[in-house]
């Protein structure tokens, strides 16, 4: 599975942004996919991931109601819409998708096979 992330960029507090990530070598089914970022100096922390199934979606509490997580199956592409951004929200983020089940947690990045190299998100207070 190869994952190309896309969207980033340089935007102000309160505006808003799209990632994609669109991947190929397999479709989006029966896997686990979320985003991630990371700031400098810090560890790569959860940002948001649909179940296993597809049907549920999981976000961090501190982007809970500004993120939201959305797949397009038929372009084998993930979104994130991001909203009400703020300066902490600076980070290079990355997508990842799993493909074992077994022992996979949404909010984990090591539950993860394969990642993206991230696309960066800069907002300026």
């Known amino acids: 599975v190869q994952l190309q992330a896309s969207g980033g960029g340089l935007v102000q507090a309160g505006g808003s942004l799209r990632l994609s990530c669109a991947a190929s070598?397999?479709?989006?089914?029966?896997?686990?996919m979320g985003w991630f970022r990371q700031a400098p100096g810090k560890r790569r922390e959860f940002v948001a991931a649909f179940s296993w199934s597809g049907r549920s979606t999981y976000y961090a509490d501190s982007v809970k109601g500004r993120f939201t997580i959305s797949r397009d199956n038929a372009k084998n592409t993930m979104y994130l819409q991001m909203s009400s951004l703020k300066p902490e929200d600076t980070a290079r983020y990355y997508c990842a998708v799993s493909l074992e089940e077994t022992n996979w947690i949404a909010a984990i990045p090591s539950s993860y096979e394969h990642w993206g190299q991230g696309t960066q998100v800069t907002v300026s207070s």
């Open positions: 070598g397999r479709r989006f089914s029966n896997c686990g």
